[in-house]
């Protein structure tokens, strides 16, 4: 049960990273306080949904 916790609160850590690299490789000016940091942790999986979603929109129908 706690192996299952930490894995995926590992899980989250990873994405938290994936976040920051895109948003300061690409020069965002919108880039995740600590409190956002936490909920992207805790929420990984609802905020990749998140991510996927828009990067798609995006790719697909040009800059908003």
């Known amino acids: ?3 299952n916790i930490i894995g995926y609160l590992i899980c989250g850590v ?3 990273v994936i976040l920051d690299v895109v948003s300061y ?3 965002s ?3 995740l306080n600590e409190y956002e940091k936490i ?3 805790v929420f ?3 905020t990749l949904f998140i991510f ?3 990067f798609i ?3 697909f129908n040009g800059s908003d």
């Open 39 to 41: 909920f992207s942790i």
């Open 29 to 31: 000016k919108h880039k």
């Open 14 to 16: 990873i994405w938290n």
């Open 44 to 46: 990984w999986p609802l």
């Open 52 to 54: 996927v979603y828009h």
């Open 25 to 27: 490789s690409t020069d």
């Open 57 to 59: 929109k995006t790719y």
């Open 1 to 3: 049960m706690i192996s």
